[in-house]
């Protein structure tokens, strides 16, 4: 009886001493990397490191500013194409307008759901170094960026810290839903 308690205990040992488990955040930045890629392979990610954190009242200001910026320039091209007599790029614009102004009405309806959790991290910036093998091409050791989830889902990655805000958006909940939604009537 003692040597079964004994290997079991030693088999337990050597289990959890096998299965060190990687870098859960080195783990999604490497998936998130090779996602779309339909070949073999491998990729390292090393010297990771937080730069900066959002909460989504920022990220609503993002938004919220982007869709403001997009009504103004709309408008006024609206009144030019009026103004000129082409009205198939008026339609076209004043169609454009209507889908901004939803969405940014919809952002501030989500902004005003969330109340207080406005304030909770949206998501982090990351910095790290990635480098392996994709097939039978070296992959150097190069730096990027990327935006992670509190939960450790990677939202947007690149080379460059000023291009990874630009899907950020996803992360409000029914962001995305609400831009489907468009797509799917533009579709229909």
């Known amino acids: 009886m003692k040597k079964i308690i004994l290997l079991a205990s030693l088999v337990l040992a050597l289990s959890s001493c096998g299965s060190k488990n990687a870098d859960p955040l080195a783990s999604a930045i490497a998936d998130a990397l090779t996602r779309d890629i339909d070949q073999p392979c ?4 090393r010297d990771i490191q937080k730069l900066d954190s959002t909460n989504f009242i920022t990220e609503f200001k993002r938004r919220i500013n982007i869709y403001e910026i997009r009504l103004d320039q709309n ?8 103004k000129e007599g082409k009205t198939n790029n008026a339609t076209k614009v004043f169609g454009e307008l209507q ?17 207080d959790d406005t304030l909770k991290t949206a998501y982090y910036d990351y910095t790290f170094v990635y480098q392996g093998k994709v097939g ?3 992959v150097p050791a190069t730096r990027a960026y990327c ?13 460059e810290q000023k291009v990874i805000h630009k899907g950020t958006g996803i992360v409000i909940p029914g962001y ?12 229909e």
């Not at 491998?42 to 990610?45: E, G, L, P, R, Y």
């Not at 408008?75 to 009026?82: H, P, V």
């Open 136 to 138: 039978e091409q070296r």
């Open 75 to 82: 408008t006024g091209r609206l009144e030019k194409y009026i």
């Open 176 to 187: 995305q839903e609400l831009l489907d939604s468009f797509k799917e009537k533009a579709e």
């Open 42 to 45: 491998k990729i390292h990610v």
């Open 99 to 115: 889908r901004d102004t939803k969405i940014y009405n919809e952002l501030l309806g989500l902004k005003e759901m969330m109340a």
């Open 147 to 159: 935006t992670v989830t509190p939960d450790g889902r990677v939202l947007t990655y690149g080379p």
